[in-house]
């Protein structure tokens, strides 16, 4: 009989370090006791949520977002200040002062640094890859590929069902798509994930770990106001919606969140700007203008004023899975135990099997 069978109550153990097994590659390259990434949420990924995620065995990610260099380099020193463990910084490739951004973290000596919204230049890459490891994104197979000629040394796939700005793509298709054929570089999962048991599906088709936000945005660490976390508490996964575009001629860039008064004015304001270009009132530049400025400072109204009427709720399809404001720490575990709970639970089959097998 395998000692792992013979041995009794054993499951447990086996499990966990079948967990442990399966994540090493992510758990290696990120430097964290568990491979699950806090994804970068504006407004929400800061000091505080980032350092909390980390501390508790996760990797935190601050979200760079519109900051300028000092206010970057502000947020680092406070995160640093909270914990000693390590965290990235993400940063968008379309900021003008995208080099200086790189150079902050660099001078604080930030361990991974996430270049997200589109294929960084040459020069960015070469800057981060200094002193710190490269984390991509990347939609779709042949952008894997050429992040990874570019220099990441990791990519993050992300599906539509996650909360923000998002791609075309589920995640269960892009890591069908991906996975195999990406090897050299750890990939990351992330989009619509709530439980550990779909972690533990992803690190067996060969994910290195996953990245979360939603689950993070409601937690007790997070600064979102209490209206904003009762929100996602309330919501199912139905209700996270992308913006929807009445018409071609003007794009609206799909952002998934919880639909309220203020998605039911966009589509109000866009059927308004588009009768007024038909009118000769408006020119299409004027239109375009005016619909991607709707949604203008309602995220921060959303997240730190608490209007979740009105402003913008970004949040994936995993909220439904949000059922209570909960601590860091206490997610994380969670998300160990239902992964490990599934793979006991095969090692108890397996045993069981072998019984009846010997009887």
């Given at each position: 009989m395998p000692p792992d069978i013979a041995a009794p109550g054993s499951g447990a153990l086996l499990a966990r370090a079948e967990f442990d097994r399966l994540s090493e590659r992510g758990r290696r390259f990120l430097g964290s006791?568990?491979?699950?990434?806090?994804?970068?949420?504006?407004?929400?990924?800061?000091?505080?949520?980032?350092?909390?995620?980390s501390n508790a065995g996760g990797f935190g990610v601050l979200a760079g977002g519109s900051m300028g260099p000092d206010a970057l380099a502000?947020?680092?020193?406070?995160?640093?200040?909270?914990?000693?463990?390590?965290?990235?910084v993400n940063l968008l490739t379309m900021h003008p002062r995208l080099l200086d951004l790189i150079a902050v973290c660099q001078e604080a000596r930030v361990s991974h640094v996430v270049l997200a919204g589109g294929v960084p230049g040459g020069a960015a890459v070469r800057a981060v890859k200094e002193r710190s490891r490269l984390i991509c994104f990347a939609p779709a197979l042949v952008l894997a590929q050429r992040m990874v000629r570019l220099g990441a040394d990791a990519l993050v796939i992300e599906g539509s069902?996650?909360?923000?700005?998002?791609?075309?793509?589920?995640?269960?298709?892009?890591?069908?798509?991906?996975?195999?054929?990406?090897?050299?570089?750890?990939?990351?999962?992330?989009?619509?994930?709530?439980?550990?048991?779909?972690?533990?599906?992803?690190?067996?088709?060969?994910?290195?770990?996953?990245q979360l936000g939603t689950r993070f945005a409601a937690a007790r660490e997070s600064i979102a106001h209490p209206r904003f976390k009762q929100a996602?508490?309330?919501?199912?996964?139905?209700?996270?919606?992308?913006?929807?575009?009445?018409?071609?001629?003007?794009?609206?860039?799909?952002?998934r969140g919880l639909a309220n008064a203020g998605t039911e004015?966009?589509?109000?304001?866009?059927?308004?700007?588009?009768?007024?270009?038909?009118?000769?009132?408006?020119?299409?530049?004027?239109?375009?203008?005016?619909?991607?400025?709707?949604?203008?400072?309602?995220?921060?109204?959303?997240?730190?004023?608490?209007d979740v009427e009105h402003g913008s709720v970004m949040a994936g399809q995993s909220v439904g899975m949000v059922t209570a404001e909960q601590p860091i720490a206490e997610i994380i575990a969670e998300l160990v135990g239902q992964a490990c709970g599934a793979l006991a639970a095969r090692h108890d089959l397996a045993a069981g099997r072998h019984g009846l097998d010997r009887s």
């Open positions: 006791r568990v491979a699950v990434m806090g994804g970068a949420m504006s407004w929400v990924s800061e000091r505080n949520l980032v350092s909390a995620i502000d947020e680092i020193a406070g995160t640093q200040a909270l914990t000693a463990r390590p965290f990235g069902e996650a909360g923000g700005h998002i791609g075309p793509v589920s995640l269960a298709v892009l890591a069908q798509e991906i996975l195999p054929h990406v090897a050299q570089v750890p990939v990351f999962v992330a989009g619509g994930i709530g439980r550990g048991e779909a972690i533990l599906a992803f690190l067996e088709m060969g994910a290195a770990g996953a996602f508490i309330r919501a199912r996964a139905r209700d996270a919606l992308p913006s929807v575009q009445l018409d071609p001629r003007f794009p609206v860039i799909p952002v004015a966009f589509l109000r304001h866009q059927a308004a700007v588009m009768a007024r270009v038909d009118a000769g009132e408006l020119t299409r530049e004027e239109a375009q203008l005016s619909v991607e400025h709707f949604w203008a400072g309602r995220l921060r109204r959303a997240v730190i004023d608490g």
